[in-house]
């Protein structure tokens, strides 16, 4: 970074600091007036035009203005001084650009971030779950995972999420959060493990942002998780909120949940327990013991989908639907395109889900393994429809993940995770038949006539194109200048 980038960083950063500690008993009035602020700081159009539909939904008094005025007035200075700065400024204001710079070295696109497994040890035994029976050992080591941070902020991203396994088993990881403290963590955790003591810790430093395990209420939850685990979410749950930390749900819906926890009245009662955002991932059968009747029918998913846009119009919470998104996101983000996942083994997955790999990070750094032939292909093919309500290659559109993993000679790296390509094969196909034919009905009646509706397959090759094109002429200048 120049000396001039680093000034306007550092005048950026303390701009927003002044603001945001000045806006605990501000108005709705004035929340709106600063979008228009950070409007004009953002200098890229896609993050100015979501500025503007929030402050569209502000102004129309939603409930987002509610959640907005809870994480502003609710949560401990720490916290909403970190969110800000790492998640505004240094992941989009200054991050967006250099990543942007970055795309144009590369020839590929480079995520806004990504997702590490460090350890894949837990201290619960959960039906279904991909993380197996591991040792401390098949841990990742402490330095490879600094390493990987450190990486990752000089590319501009400042926002990762970890995921395992139970991140919270390990003290070392802990204190790594606490060191790379102009990094915000989004954690998966099955919450057992945060009591009053750790609600305090994560409250000072600011910067972890616990996502918390759900499958619906304590018979639900304690039936997978088992018996007194519901307990422990609670008074989890109630420590962070009581002290200021932002904390949300993670729900797998599967086939017996997927009505229940997409309801109102337990969306209710999660976000009375403290829940500022939420994610919803539909059961895919990967990991241990996969199993294709959890899978959601497709009219369960569809339910879902339904469901949840309305939750987002009536209740304060910020929720994401993983694979409902489609429409939101321009379909698959898997693959090094907004992200991907290193597993525990260094192993360098396309997505969490997805477990088959042909780089590791012990060997590469992180510009070599988003920018290999395997990601590149996957990035080429994306979406792999354009009716982006059918965003998945390893649900909707199977026959990608086939072709690419073959071509490539992807590797399993979890062991069975070849069955969702050759047992399971054709219950996967089935299911994506079944689903396409009411999701193709829904595309053309809903989304006909809306900007989700275009020929997104033609327009990211061409977008691929440029930046090839860009990374070719990089080259040549460096080669001359060699010369």
């Given at each position: 970074m120049?000396?001039?980038?680093?000034?306007?960083?550092f005048t950026?950063?303390?701009v927003?600091?002044?603001?945001?500690?000045?806006?605990?008993?501000?108005?709705?009035e004035?929340?709106?007036?600063?979008t228009?602020?950070?409007?004009?700081?953002?200098?890229?159009?896609?993050?100015?035009?979501?500025?503007?539909?929030?402050?569209?939904?502000?102004?129309?008094?939603?409930?987002?203005?509610v959640?907005?005025?809870r994480?502003?007035?609710?949560?401990h200075?720490?916290v909403?001084?970190?969110?800000?700065?790492?998640?505004?400024?240094?992941?989009?204001?200054?991050?967006?650009?250099?990543r942007?710079?970055l795309?144009?070295?590369?020839?590929c696109?480079?995520p806004?971030?990504?997702?590490?497994?460090?350890?894949?040890?837990?201290?619960?035994?959960?039906?279904?779950?991909?993380?197996g029976e591991?040792?401390?050992?098949?841990?990742?080591?402490?330095?490879?995972?600094?390493?990987?941070?450190t990486e990752a902020?000089e590319?501009?991203?400042?926002f990762?999420t970890?995921?395992?396994g139970?991140?919270?088993?390990?003290?070392?990881?802990?204190?790594?959060?606490?060191?790379?403290?102009?990094?915000?963590?989004?954690i998966?955790?099955?919450?057992?493990?945060i009591?009053?003591?750790?609600?305090?810790?994560?409250?000072?430093?600011?910067n972890?942002?616990?996502?918390?395990s759900v499958?619906?209420?304590?018979?639900?939850?304690d039936?997978?998780?088992?018996?007194?685990t519901?307990?422990?979410?609670?008074?989890?749950?109630?420590?962070?909120r009581d002290?200021?930390?932002?904390?949300?749900?993670?729900?797998?819906?599967?086939?017996?949940?997927?009505?229940?926890v997409?309801?109102?009245?337990?969306?209710?009662?999660l976000?009375?327990?403290?829940?500022?955002?939420?994610?919803?991932?539909?059961?895919?059968?990967v990991?241990?013991k996969?199993?294709?009747s959890?899978?959601p029918?497709?009219?369960?998913?569809?339910?879902l989908r339904k469901?949840?846009?309305?939750?987002?119009?009536?209740?304060?919470?910020?929720?994401g639907?993983?694979?409902?998104?489609?429409?939101?996101v321009?379909?698959?983000?898997a693959?090094?395109?907004?992200?991907?996942h290193i597993?525990?083994?260094?192993?360098?997955?396309?997505?969490?889900?997805?477990?088959?790999?042909v780089d590791?990070?012990?060997?590469?750094?992180l510009?070599?393994?988003?920018?290999?032939?395997?990601?590149?292909?996957?990035q080429e093919?994306?979406?792999?429809?354009?009716n982006?309500?059918?965003?998945?290659?390893?649900?909707d559109?199977p026959e990608?993940?086939?072709?690419?993993?073959?071509?490539y000679?992807?590797?399993?790296?979890?062991e069975?995770?070849?069955?969702l390509?050759?047992?399971?094969?054709?219950?996967?196909d089935?299911?994506?038949?079944?689903?396409?034919?009411?999701?193709?009905?829904?595309?053309?009646?809903?989304?006909?006539g809306?900007?989700?509706?275009k020929?997104?397959?033609?327009?990211?090759?061409e977008?691929?194109?440029?930046?090839?094109?860009?990374?070719?002429?990089?080259?040549?200048?460096?080669?001359k200048?060699?010369?």
């Amino acid at each position: 970074m120049s000396y001039f980038d680093s000034i306007k960083a550092f005048t950026t950063e303390q701009v927003v600091k002044l603001i945001v500690n000045s806006l605990r008993n501000v108005s709705d009035e004035t929340i709106i007036k600063l979008t228009y602020l950070a409007e004009k700081l953002t200098p890229i159009p896609y993050y100015r035009d979501q500025i503007a539909g929030l402050r569209r939904m502000f102004e129309e008094k939603r409930p987002q203005i509610v959640l907005a005025r809870r994480v502003l007035q609710e949560t401990h200075p720490n916290v909403r001084e970190k969110l800000m700065v790492n998640l505004i400024v240094k992941s989009i204001l200054l991050g967006v650009p250099k990543r942007q710079k970055l795309e144009k070295e590369l020839g590929c696109q480079v995520p806004f971030f990504f997702v590490v497994s460090p350890t894949m040890r837990c201290n619960l035994n959960c039906y279904g779950c991909y993380a197996g029976e591991y040792r401390k050992e098949s841990d990742m080591p402490v330095e490879l995972l600094d390493r990987i941070f450190t990486e990752a902020k000089e590319m501009g991203m400042h926002f990762l999420t970890i995921s395992g396994g139970e991140p919270f088993i390990r003290k070392e990881h802990l204190d790594l959060f606490e060191k790379h403290n102009d990094i915000s963590f989004q954690i998966y955790t099955n919450g057992t493990l945060i009591d009053r003591a750790m609600a305090k810790k994560l409250a000072q430093m600011g910067n972890v942002y616990p996502a918390i395990s759900v499958e619906g209420y304590e018979e639900e939850t304690d039936a997978r998780r088992g018996k007194g685990t519901f307990k422990k979410i609670m008074q989890a749950m109630e420590a962070l909120r009581d002290e200021g930390v932002i904390f949300g749900f993670s729900i797998t819906a599967t086939r017996h949940n997927t009505e229940l926890v997409s309801s109102d009245e337990f969306m209710d009662f999660l976000i009375d327990k403290g829940c500022s955002f939420g994610w919803y991932f539909t059961y895919v059968p990967v990991g241990k013991k996969p199993d294709v009747s959890l899978m959601p029918t497709p009219e369960q998913r569809l339910h879902l989908r339904k469901q949840v846009h309305k939750l987002r119009y009536e209740k304060p919470i910020f929720i994401g639907d993983f694979w409902n998104d489609g429409p939101y996101v321009g379909g698959c983000i898997a693959g090094g395109r907004r992200y991907f996942h290193i597993n525990n083994s260094g192993d360098v997955e396309p997505c969490v889900f997805c477990h088959f790999t042909v780089d590791n990070i012990k060997d590469k750094s992180l510009k070599e393994v988003i920018s290999s032939p395997f990601f590149r292909a996957i990035q080429e093919r994306q979406p792999y429809d354009n009716n982006l309500m059918r965003p998945c290659m390893l649900i909707d559109v199977p026959e990608v993940l086939r072709e690419v993993v073959e071509k490539y000679g992807a590797r399993p790296s979890h062991e069975g995770a070849e069955s969702l390509i050759t047992t399971l094969k054709d219950d996967v196909d089935a299911y994506a038949q079944a689903f396409k034919k009411l999701a193709d009905e829904i595309w053309e009646t809903e989304y006909k006539g809306t900007i989700y509706y275009k020929d997104y397959k033609t327009e990211r090759q061409e977008y691929l194109r440029k930046l090839q094109e860009e990374a070719m002429k990089e080259k040549e200048k460096k080669e001359k200048v060699r010369v």
